[in-house]
């Protein structure tokens, strides 16, 4: 049965709540869907604090990432272009940007910090903290570029990303013994992925047509490749 939102909708992600509420950001307009799986009805929710973008910027909610307490995170573009995080209560209906947060992508660490790229934001006092890999010093090799900014988090709640463009490889930070990592990947082009239980990295690899599992503890990895123009775009996460 097909139930439809009452918006003509361009998902760009989407995020499920533990109470069985299915989250949409659309990528063409200044909204968040939610689909209740019970009753089978729709809900959008207009951003009040959200201005209107102007004639040439590309409008739009971004990557959405539900917490354990049910709020949601969704990076929004605002009147200059920026995708600036944005945090919204369903029970209260209250929207707070997250000053100096911009990422399209988000994701949760096992503590309930919210990431954007290797931005940790505590989601009560909404502050934030930077973890650099690419400092002066660092294993990490000039060049290296990741794809927006597309960080996973380990079950220690380190960041990780896999390269699109440069020297090929994973870097991530120990934040424990505060330092950067880095393990190189032979012409790594990642796009989007998602960590496993075991701290694995799984990612497509958009522009070489193959998947890539990379174990974020030993560096060690293994590719598949597929067919000629596949073009993997992203990896769920794995199961257990």
């Known amino acids: 049965m097909l139930f439809r939102s009452t918006a003509s909708t361009s998902t760009h992600d989407s995020a499920i709540s533990q109470d069985g509420i299915l989250y949409f950001t659309d990528e063409s307009a200044q909204y968040l869907g939610a689909f209740d799986t019970k009753t089978k009805t729709f809900k959008e929710y207009k951003p009040p604090v959200v201005p209107d973008v102007p004639k040439g910027i590309i409008p739009g909610t971004r990557d959405v990432v539900v917490d354990k307490e049910g709020i949601v995170w969704m990076p929004t573009r605002n009147e200059k272009g920026d995708s600036i995080l944005l945090r919204f209560d369903p029970k209260t209906e209250k929207y707070e940007w997250v000053k100096g947060v911009s990422s399209q992508f988000i994701s949760m660490g096992p503590d309930g910090a919210i990431w954007a790229g290797f931005r940790r934001v505590d989601p009560k006092t909404l502050t934030s903290e930077v973890f650099n890999p690419q400092t002066s010093g660092s294993p990490v090799p000039k060049g290296v570029a990741s794809y927006a900014g597309n960080a996973e988090i380990d079950s220690k709640g380190n960041p990780w990303m896999l390269t699109q463009a440069g020297p090929g490889g994973v870097f991530g930070y120990d934040i424990a013994n505060k330092k950067p990592v880095w393990w190189p990947v032979e012409n790594a082009m ?51």
């Open 190 to 240: 990642g796009r989007r992925g998602a960590i496993d239980h075991e701290d694995q990295l799984w990612y497509g690899e958009y522009r070489g047509d193959s998947v890539l599992r990379v174990n974020t503890k030993t560096g060690e990895f293994r590719r598949w490749r597929l067919d000629a123009y596949s073009g993997p775009y992203t990896s769920s996460h794995p199961d257990k």
